[in-house]
């Protein structure tokens, strides 16, 4: 069982050093991704980020895959190849942003960031979503009082806000939050770009 658990760790660990410096991966696919059908699994895509979780508690990636309002987060984090990342043992926070969000782009911004030859850059935006620690609501609102940045796995600082009732991570408002095996998930109104994208 140690062995079993350490290789898990292991997996972990190397996916989500592998994904955070994609930046440097030149392999390009020949077809853009389309959002998928709710709660769908592409066959092609095996590994640990899709390995069944039926426990009552599922990671980030299964939260986001089993939403029907994060269909175009879940196509943008398959082309960008980030998947392992949110099944990383964390902790860790991800701010997703709904299919909503994503529309209020310019025209054609995702068409074009799900190109295979713009994965760097797509990336690049969707660990700018990923706190790589805890932060459930009230050390949100810890980080506001003190005036605080939150620093994402993009090496980005973004401020976290206060406007009556609502809170905004790097202008994003949050929207909802569940409670992740690994961390948690915050559903935001907005696509929080990078300032150096």
């Known amino acids: 069982m140690k062995k079993i658990k350490f290789t898990i760790l292991c997996l972990s660990l190397g996916a989500f050093i592998l994904t955070t410096s994609c ?19 592409p066959a092609s895509n095996k590994g640990q980020a899709y390995i069944d979780d039926e426990s009552d508690n599922p990671n980030a990636l299964r ?28 902790p860790l926070t991800v701010f997703a942003p709904t ?11 995702v068409e074009e960031l799900l190109k295979p030859e713009n994965k760097s850059k797509l990336a690049n935006i969707l660990i ?10 009230d050390m949100l ?5 003190k ?11 973004v401020e976290v ?21 690994n961390g948690w998930v915050h559903v935001v109104d907005k696509v929080i ?4 994208n």
């Open 23 to 41: 930046k440097d991966d030149k392999e390009t696919n020949n077809v853009a991704p389309t959002p998928q059908e709710e709660g769908a699994i």
């Open 63 to 90: 939260i986001a895959i089993d939403s029907p309002d994060h269909t175009t987060l879940v196509a943008a984090v398959e082309a960008a190849e980030v998947q392992n990342s949110l099944v990383n043992v964390g």
């Open 99 to 109: 299919n909503e969000a994503f529309d209020n782009l310019p025209e054609g911004t």
């Open 128 to 137: 700018n979503h990923v706190a790589p620690s805890n932060y459930p609501v």
């Open 141 to 145: 609102l810890k980080n506001v009082k």
């Open 147 to 157: 005036g605080r940045t939150l620093y994402m796995a993009s090496g980005e600082n």
């Open 161 to 181: 806000t206060q406007e009556g009732d609502d809170i905004y991570v790097g202008g994003a408002r949050i929207l909802g939050t569940v409670k992740a095996s």
């Open 193 to 196: 770009l990078p300032k150096n």
